[in-house]
């Protein structure tokens, strides 16, 4: 199957051993066949996703679900240091969580800095 060509190459896979061969548009020992249909039905987006989602499902379902919301509206969080002539430090959870969540969306808009920044090429991005 002819992956992709340009003006002197031709990207192929071969079936029959797995691999991706690059040959010459010119190579004498290479005829180009006509285009056929395929034998299976073809993949759309759905049903990529619609697999995707019962994978999901089937590893998921192993785990129960279990309420704990409730129990922990209101509650603290305490960090107990090593050092016991130290105090530990206590936090409301709702307040604990709502950092967390500030330095995920913090975190995010340095990526999205990153990703729009006009003077870093690609490899820059992807070191920071």
Request: glycine fraction near 4%; aromatic fraction near 10%.
């Amino acid at each position: 199957m002819i992956l992709s060509l340009d003006d002197t190459y031709y990207k192929i896979y071969f079936y029959s051993s797995e691999e991706v061969k690059i040959l010459a548009r010119d190579y004498e020992g290479f005829t180009v066949k006509e285009a056929k249909a395929p034998d299976f039905p073809i993949l759309t987006m759905k049903d990529v996703e619609k697999a995707i989602r019962e994978a999901l499902m089937q590893t998921s379902e192993r785990a129960p679900i279990v309420l704990l919301g409730s129990k922990w509206i209101g509650g603290k969080v305490v960090f107990e240091p090593n050092d016991e002539s130290l105090q530990p430090k206590k936090i409301p959870m709702s307040a604990f969580f709502h950092k967390i969540v500030m330095v995920r969306e913090k975190l995010r808009v340095l990526e999205q800095n990153i990703s729009n920044h006009p003077k870093l090429d690609d490899e820059d991005r992807v070191h920071l």
